[in-house]
Each structure stands twice: as structure tokens, then as C-alpha cells.
């Protein structure tokens, strides 16, 4: 599976002051949440990069293979702990 980044979300994770590689990072053994967001059918991803930063990664289907970055941005602390909870559980 493959991820591409668009123009708008990849700077909205550097507004956020997540980069790129933090994104490759913690989608690896992400928690994959399916959801709906406005309408449109996501896969929201809880992960953690080497340094154990957590982050939430909102991606989209592009086709058969491949996804799009939507949104990234860093987890809540209600949201780590869950992730924790989930990590151990494993």
C-alpha cells in the first residue's frame, strides 16, 4: 500500500509540526479506525512515531492500492491513553 501526500495536506501537518517521516513512522502498526467524515468513507490511523510521539493520520482511498494523506495531527491525551490501552492489548 502506498500513501501520497496532497500540496494541502501535507501543510497543514507542517502547520500541526508533524513531518513527513513522523507520518511514515507511525502509520507502520498504526490502529486502523474506519470512519466517516462529511460524508466520505476514511481510514483514521493511531500511531506512534520511534520517538513515541502519538499521532492521528486521516487517509482516504485513491484506488485499489493506495491512499491519501487527509489530515494528520497529534493525539489527544484522552487519545494516547486510549492508544495505550490498545498498544498493551496487542
Avoid: C, I, K
Amino acid at each position: 500500500m502506498g500513501f501520497e501526500w496532497s500540496y494541502w495536506s501535507l501543510s497543514r501537518a507542517y502547520a500541526a509540526g508533524v513531518q513527513e517521516y513522523e507520518v511514515a513512522q507511525a502509520v507502520r502498526g498504526a490502529w486502523p479506525r474506519p470512519a466517516v467524515v462529511d460524508g466520505l468513507a476514511v481510514l483514521v490511523l493511531w500511531g506512534r512515531t520511534d520517538a513515541g510521539r502519538g499521532l492521528y493520520v486521516v487517509t482516504r482511498r485513491l484506488n485499489q492500492w493506495d491512499r491519501e494523506y487527509v489530515d494528520v495531527r497529534e493525539l489527544t491525551a484522552d487519545e494516547n491513553a486510549e492508544l495505550a490501552h490498545w498498544e498493551a492489548a496487542r
